[in-house]
């Protein structure tokens, strides 16, 4: 004969008390790299900093090489060398003026985000035109 077992009755699960404070985020590597991003912004130095100035009607794009201190006035000074090999110091005007202006034009700075290759177009081979009949006569001829 079979045993029966006794049925156990359900019980209500433990309400879950939710902690007073939230458990900090794991940091991931997008926020190690933002924070890097964001030390290299506020840094003072400018140092390496890519930056853009306008000359007539187009943007030339350039690199800040080295700080410097102008003796004759002990202000700070900026040493930029340009992608097409000029060289210019900036004041701390003109610096931030090219700070802005790259934020604004970064995406057309060819050293970051080289141009790509084209690929050649794909046009359609066409055969020689069908021949002509007398029921289409070249313009100017009469139909006989």
Request: proline share 10%; aromatic share 8%; no cysteine.
């Amino acid at each position: 004969m079979s045993e029966s077992k006794p049925v156990e009755e359900p019980t209500a699960p433990a309400p879950v008390v939710a902690a007073a404070t939230p458990a900090k985020p794991t940091e991931t590597m997008s926020d190690n790299a933002t924070d890097a991003v964001a030390d290299a912004v506020t840094s003072p130095d400018h140092v390496g900093k890519r930056v853009t100035k306008k000359f007539g009607k187009k943007n030339f794009f350039g690199e800040v090489k080295e700080k410097w201190t102008n003796e004759k006035d002990s202000s700070e000074r900026w040493h930029v060398k340009y992608d097409d090999g000029d060289e210019e110091d900036f004041n701390e005007k003109e610096l931030g003026n090219a700070l802005k202006r790259y934020e604004k034009s970064k995406r057309f700075d060819y050293k970051l985000f080289p141009k790509k290759p084209r690929a050649p177009s794909k046009k359609r081979k066409t055969g020689p035109p069908p021949p002509r009949t007398n029921k289409f006569p070249k313009r100017g001829a009469s139909k006989v």
